[in-house]
């Protein structure tokens, strides 16, 4: 998975509220990559990294997944080809939504 190179669809761009948690804003783009079934049943979500507007759609490279040891999902972590993170940096990045789960990172 690492390294491979996604198309992300953004249903929650950068400054957007969760639908379900109108507190919750979205410091980073998230979305999902069509027609990848995670293990919840519905398509695979992504973090953006690295882009600093809103954006409807995104094509990068997977620079880590986030695997959540309580919950049946991981999030995999895009970001465009020529950037990378250290785990702290993408760890703070996300911790807006993975503080709520037992996480580690594998990059």
Known sequence: MLGRIVTV????????????????I?????GYVPDVIAPDGEEQ??????????????????IAVIRRKNDVEDKWVAAPMQLAFT?????????????????????
């Not at 979205?26 to 998230?30: C, D, E, L, R």
Request: hydrophobic share 35%; glycine share 4%; aromatic share 14%.
């Open 45 to 62: 979500d992504v973090y953006i990294l690295g882009v600093d507007t809103p954006i409807d759609i995104f094509t990068g490279k997977i």
């Open 9 to 24: 669809i953004v249903d929650r761009p950068l400054g957007s509220a969760h639908p379900k948690y109108p507190s919750l």
């Open 26 to 30: 979205y410091p980073v783009n998230y």
């Open 87 to 107: 785990e702290k940096e993408i760890r703070d990045m996300t911790d807006f939504q993975e503080r709520y789960f037992d996480i580690e990172i594998e990059m």
